[in-house]
């Protein structure tokens, strides 16, 4: 079982920048790829970014160059820095783990708020 716990979500202006972050604990041994996804109201769930377990990362063409993942394995924490923020990211953020040899994300964060103001 892994558990997942996401902060950092508020209310920021556009143009501003956030960082949100993802606390992972339990079975940390069996994770190869983390992911942040993201949910706006009355939208489908969408992936935003992931990083696999040799810090290869990939992003939605919707947020490249302005939102970069990473991770501090320390700490069993992933981060999410999004910059250059605009009134379209606003969701709920939520942290996902997917298992070696999975193909799906198995593991779910409750979600944090993020709120871009125009």
């Known amino acids: 079982q892994v558990q997942l716990v996401e902060s950092g979500g508020g209310l920021v202006q556009a143009g501003g920048s956030l960082r949100l972050s993802c606390a992972a604990s339990?079975?940390?041994?069996?994770?190869?790829?983390m992911g942040w996804h993201r949910q706006a109201p009355g939208e489908q769930r969408e992936w935003v970014a992931a990083?696999?377990?040799?810090?290869?990362?990939k992003y939605a063409d919707s947020v490249k160059g302005r939102f970069t993942i990473s991770r501090d394995n320390a700490k069993n924490t992933v981060y999410l820095q999004m910059n250059s923020l605009k009134p379209e990211d606003k969701a709920v953020y939520y942290c996902?783990?997917?298992?070696?040899?999975?193909?799906?994300?198995?593991?779910w964060g409750e979600g944090t708020q993020v709120t871009v103001s125009s």
């Open positions: 996902a783990a997917a298992r070696w040899g999975a193909s799906y994300y198995g593991s």
């Open positions: 339990g079975s940390i041994f069996s994770i190869n790829t």
């Open positions: 990083i696999t377990s040799r810090d290869d990362t």
